[in-house]
């Protein structure tokens, strides 16, 4: 248990440092920031750093570089070591015209501001030009399609016809978000411009943020210093699985005292470590080794036979254990409610159980704030119900005294069953935030189920298939809860077979988890063994699938919530749907508008072939775009096919990938 799976770098087979914060402010003049940096060592990165610290390389945070600042280091080889750290000089100029200067930026240039990481890059890693080649043949690896394969295995890469520039001036405040929250990256992405080119030209002394197209998953790219025909700052590591997307920037600068038009960056391209390899220390996670599904129900049904709570609305008992499975059958169990029996009356209870205030008249007293007093050492907490607001209270607090460490519940909610509400979400979010693992007994999927977050999303995985949702690339499934015709059903499972050739086995669907072609989609996907998600919403309409790899569950009342979990996935595809997809449809452009998400192909696939589905939707994004209301990308975006080739064909040549 532990908070082992909290470390998501493990998914990615990189052996790196932990972010380096800044620690001490050296020199500042009115070019360059001089600073030492602190990077937190697990034993396999150090003991690298010691014995071969050529193979080591400091790698900038991206959002820095995309801001125009490089980041330069000493040589890895003078780093002090010592109680699980390095510490190492860096330095900061401005080196793009366009971007803030050291002037704007200073101020955060302070101690605790991370600034990048150490990575390890192993030589036995390297690949040779056929190793390159037989990974992009295979569909392991998407490079951009300028990619050329050098002798040597090192790849050189044309950017996009691209310039990024800032929509308008950066505030301080606006920059202190962007270099100091989670979101920052997120919020770049709105206000950094990417505009088309005739040639990307940059004069002498100065610099240019673009970008190129690149999907990696078992590999991680190093891009070399130094070519010829322009370098690139030093966010030097494109890793894998984060590395996905349309918007790779690259950050080049021309040191030479001559023009460069359109130009070329070489680098290196490494496999990621493998799932059973030792990484930062770290195994990857298989999940809970304790407690089974079974093990777990046993518990539930001493909830349902045991002492009944004093509580006349509803008992909320909890168990409390320790970490063998056998102490299950012993475990002791806890109720909510007065230690006499309620004296409040039936008709005033379920008003006052929603009111918490200090002039509530219901008593909560729940079982959760009878822990402490027995807890002397950490533990595991097993809840029938998913925590309410005052049982969430008490449960962070033991947390941060260390007395429990895991939170098994065994169903969401005793009024809308597995379905969580908003609240219940945010509650999700804190547990992770504090670090206690959360575990779902679920008897819908009648599997346990664990609590992760992936792009700031929270997902429930079975534990076995936990390492593929944090690597598999993911597809949002979108239609109709009506079935698809034998022939409509045949042409998606092509659908599926094409996409699995060109992107290879790392991916996954997820859909709304519902009847219809929501239904067919996750069983084709579970006949290829690729994994298979929901979203699964609180309404009346259609039943839900429910033999499913990873989910989520909203009440009715956090409908369009529920519409941003999608964003895990990197492509829609619509099949022939109604209402519902329509508005996942608009969602989904005016997301691309906002640049929540990239403006990738827009997949909608006629399915059954009848040939005029969608084209009103396209005649309608059409003259939007005509009168000035919708941008010309969003026109070009759709595309209309029936084709599981045609698919293919707009990934590549629009993606502009090998």
């Known amino acids: 248990m532990g908070h082992r799976s909290r470390n998501h770098h493990i998914f990615r087979g990189l052996l790196q440092s932990e972010d380096g914060l800044i620690t001490r402010v050296l020199k500042t003049g009115r070019r360059k920031i001089v600073f030492e940096t602190t990077f937190g060592l697990r034993r396999p990165i150090a003991e690298r750093l010691r014995d071969q610290p050529g193979y080591i390389l400091f790698s900038e945070r991206s959002r820095i570089a995309r801001l125009g600042v490089q980041i330069e280091s000493t040589p890895i080889s003078e780093a002090r070591l010592g109680n699980g750290q390095a510490v190492l000089t860096l330095e900061a100029s401005s080196v793009i015209p366009g971007y803030p200067g050291l002037n704007e930026l200073r101020d955060f240039f302070n101690p605790g501001l991370p600034v990048g990481r150490l990575v390890y890059c192993d030589p036995e890693a390297l690949l040779s030009s056929e190793e390159v080649l037989e990974a992009v043949e295979r569909s392991v690896l998407k490079l951009p399609a300028s990619t050329s394969i050098s002798s040597d295995g090192s790849i050189v890469i044309a950017p996009h016809k691209i310039a990024c520039r800032l929509k308008e001036p950066l505030t301080k405040e606006l920059l202190g978000r962007i270099l100091q929250r989670d979101d920052g990256r997120e919020l770049l992405n709105r206000y950094q411009a990417r505009d088309p080119v005739p040639a990307v030209t940059i004069a002498p002394g100065e610099g240019l943020v673009t970008t190129c197209s690149m999907y990696l998953n078992e590999h991680f790219v190093v891009l070399q210093s130094g070519f010829s025909l322009g370098r690139n700052l030093a966010a030097t590591v494109l890793d894998p699985i984060k590395t996905r997307g349309i918007r790779i920037y690259l950050e080049i600068i021309n040191q030479s005292e001559h023009p460069i038009v359109n130009p070329l960056i070489t680098a290196k391209v490494y496999r990621a470590a493998g799932r059973g390899r030792l990484l930062n220390g770290h195994r990857p996670v298989k999940g809970p080794r304790v407690f089974s599904y079974a093990n777990l129900r046993g518990l539930s049904k001493r909830f349902q036979r045991g002492k009944r709570s004093h509580c006349h609305f509803i008992g909320r008992p909890v168990a409390v254990v320790g970490h063998r499975s056998e102490e299950l059958k012993q475990a002791p169990i806890f109720l909510n409610g007065p230690k006499a029996v309620c004296t409040l009356p039936h008709s005033r209870c379920a008003p006052a159980r929603r009111d918490f205030g200090s002039q509530g008249t219901g008593l909560h007293r729940y079982a959760n704030s009878r822990l402490p007093g027995v807890l002397t050492r950490s533990a595991v907490v097993v809840a029938k119900y998913f925590p309410n607001l005052i049982e969430h209270r008490d449960l962070i607090n033991l947390t941060c005294d260390g007395k429990i460490e895991a939170l098994y519940f065994m169903e969401p909610s005793c009024e809308h069953g597995p379905f969580l509400s908003q609240m219940d979400h945010n509650r999700l979010l804190e547990y992770h935030a504090f670090g206690l693992e959360v575990y779902w007994v679920s008897e819908l999927t009648r599997r346990l189920m664990v609590h992760t977050m992936r792009d700031g999303m929270g997902y429930f995985v079975v534990p076995e298939r936990l390492a593929d949702f944090h690597k598999s690339m993911l597809f949002a499934l979108y239609g109709s809860n009506q079935k698809l015709s034998a022939r409509g059903e045949a042409?998606?499972?092509?659908?599926?077979?094409?996409?699995?050739?060109?992107?290879?086995?790392?991916?996954?669907?997820?859909?709304?988890?519902?009847?219809?072609?929501?239904?067919?989609?996750?069983?084709?996907?579970?006949?290829?063994?690729?994994?298979?998600?929901?979203?699964?919403?609180?309404?009346?309409?259609?039943?839900?699938?429910?033999?499913?790899?990873?989910?989520?569950?909203?009440?009715?009342?956090?409908?369009?919530?529920?519409?941003?979990?999608?964003?895990?996935?990197?492509?829609?595809?619509?099949?022939?749907?109604?209402?519902?997809?329509?508005?996942?449809?608009?969602?989904?452009?005016?997301?691309?508008?906002?640049?929540?998400?990239?403006?990738?192909?827009?997949?909608?696939?006629?399915?059954?072939?009848?040939?005029?589905?969608?084209?009103?939707?396209?005649?309608?994004?059409?003259?939007?775009?005509?009168?000035?209301?919708?941008?010309?990308?969003?026109?070009?975006?759709?595309?209309?096919?029936?084709?599981?080739?045609?698919?293919?064909?707009?990934?590549?040549?629009?993606?502009?990938?090998?």
Request: with cysteine.
């Open 491 to 658: 042409r998606l499972g092509e659908l599926m077979d094409a996409l699995i050739r060109f992107w290879g086995r790392n991916i996954g669907i997820v859909t709304g988890g519902g009847s219809g072609v929501m239904e067919q989609a996750n069983r084709l996907a579970r006949q290829r063994g690729i994994l298979s998600g929901a979203n699964f919403l609180e309404i009346t309409d259609q039943s839900m699938t429910t033999d499913v790899d990873f989910c989520q569950m909203f009440q009715s009342t956090c409908r369009h919530s529920r519409q941003k979990w999608f964003e895990i996935a990197s492509f829609p595809i619509f099949n022939v749907g109604g209402l519902g997809s329509l508005e996942e449809l608009g969602i989904t452009l005016c997301n691309m508008k906002l640049s929540i998400i990239e403006p990738v192909p827009v997949i909608l696939f006629d399915t059954e072939n009848s040939g005029a589905f969608w084209h009103g939707i396209q005649q309608q994004v059409v003259e939007m775009v005509r009168q000035g209301r919708a941008p010309a990308w969003a026109a070009d975006s759709l595309v209309i096919t029936g084709d599981p080739q045609i698919v293919i064909r707009n990934y590549r040549e629009r993606l502009q990938l090998l």
